[in-house]
């Protein structure tokens, strides 16, 4: 997931569909989150960048740094601002989207759209026709048509504890939090195949008076990580310790045939946080301290937001500008 200065936020997802991603090198659903947020100041905009490229350049290539081995997925985005979100999945280059200006919506690894479609490719029920999965006499079920015959899985691991905290109007940042870091439900995993990257949680207020809100981590498995907050301003301080190392020309990513090597790519606060999950996951007593430390921190950066959010001052950007910086510091130190 990313967000951009314009209050757009993109959540991508690997997703299982009857047709396999190619293999061959083309963009990744990394590569059009990015792309998107490059150039898109609203969701919408950000949808029309993302499906203009997949016509042009396709979908396709290894999402690992594994050169034994090709992982390729077809890709699931949702994408908001602050007054409309939209739900972009997609099989190839073709497409189907929904829009949503209420309620709770999650992505996951199993398609979602059903009948509901407000926008799409426009040879998707066509191409759909013309490999058999649709007579075109049904009601087109982009879904049913779509998925694996096989697929019955349940979508989205995290979408019962969504609509329950819905119900009962609690939808806050710490509601998702919680959310990101539940274990048993599979919303959050830790397994020796599978790690929980780094987690983002936006709070974007309808209110353009008020700033977007992002709550990152910087590090993986949110069970284990700090939340702290960041908001765009101009003249932002950069977080050196919180940027991966830079290989230039002799990236893996920039060579061909790419992936050949896996270079270490853990930042300073990775790093640190290394010693902290396994001090966590070691020693009882000092992992509990540890622990309770970090959620200290964490609220403190909560409870400082929400005066933000619910003050009647206009917000001075100087005095944020170096807020995540202060607060990926602040973390480091305290794991040191």
Not at 143 to 153: R, T
Not at 284 to 310: D, F, P, V
Request: aromatic fraction near 8%; include cysteine.
């Amino acid at each position: 997931m990313g967000a951009n200065e314009h209050g757009v936020c993109i959540a991508n997802e690997a997703i299982n569909a009857r047709e396999p991603a190619s293999e061959t090198e083309a963009l990744l659903g990394m590569d059009l989150v990015r792309l998107g947020l490059e150039r898109g100041t609203t969701a919408k905009e950000a949808l029309d960048v993302i499906v203009a490229l997949l016509e042009e350049h396709g979908q396709g290539g290894n999402y690992y740094e594994d050169a034994n081995s090709c992982h390729s997925f077809q890709s699931a985005f949702l994408i908001v601002d602050c007054e409309e979100a939209w739900v972009l999945e997609t099989v190839g280059k073709y497409w189907a989207a929904e829009k949503m200006t209420e309620g709770v919506k999650c992505i996951c690894n199993q398609l979602s759209l059903t009948t509901k479609i407000d926008a799409e490719h426009p040879e998707l029920r066509s191409y759909a026709q013309s490999q058999g999965w649709w007579t075109g006499e049904d009601e087109f079920n982009f879904s049913e048509v779509f998925s694996p015959a096989d697929d019955h899985l349940a979508c989205c691991s995290g979408k019962d504890s969504l609509e329950k905290q819905e119900a009962c109007w609690v939808l806050t940042a710490e509601t998702m939090i919680d959310i990101l870091r539940d274990k048993a439900s599979g919303v959050c995993v830790d397994s020796e195949s599978f790690l929980t990257t780094a987690s983002i949680v936006s709070v974007l207020p309808q209110n353009r008076s008020s700033p977007c809100i992002h709550y990152f981590t910087g590090t993986p498995d949110p069970s284990r990580s700090i939340f702290k907050p960041f908001i765009f301003v101009e003249d932002v301080k950069l977080v050196p310790k919180a940027q991966s190392p830079c290989f230039g020309d002799d990236d893996p990513a920039k060579k061909e045939p790419r992936f050949q090597e896996k270079p270490d790519r853990r930042h300073e606060l990775y790093k640190a946080h290394e010693w902290a999950r396994a001090v966590l996951e070691s020693d009882e007593e000092q992992g509990q301290k540890l622990r309770k430390t970090m959620l200290e921190l964490e609220k403190q950066g909560l409870e400082a937001m929400e005066e933000i959010l619910t003050s009647s001052e206009p917000l001075d950007p100087t005095e944020v500008g170096d807020l995540f910086y202060d607060c990926v510091d602040t973390e480091i130190k305290f794991f040191k």
